[in-house]
């Protein structure tokens, strides 16, 4: 079965990008959303808010 990356319906607090993300890769989406704070604030040079919003945009929602 070929996985999907696709922002999920269930495991959202703003747009589901890392719920979709944690189910992508099969971890957890609480590490993953704690993984990406810690990164956005230690990339200066690349803000993650722009990596989150970028990916908001380009993942199709589940059911879609």
Known sequence: MNKVLRRSRDDQWIAGVMGGLADYLGIGSGKLRLIFVIV????????????YLILWFLMPKQGT
Do not use: E, K, Y
Not at 40 to 51: E, K, M, Q, R, T
């Open 40 to 51: 956005s604030c230690l990339s200066v040079a690349f803000p993650g808010i722009f990596v």
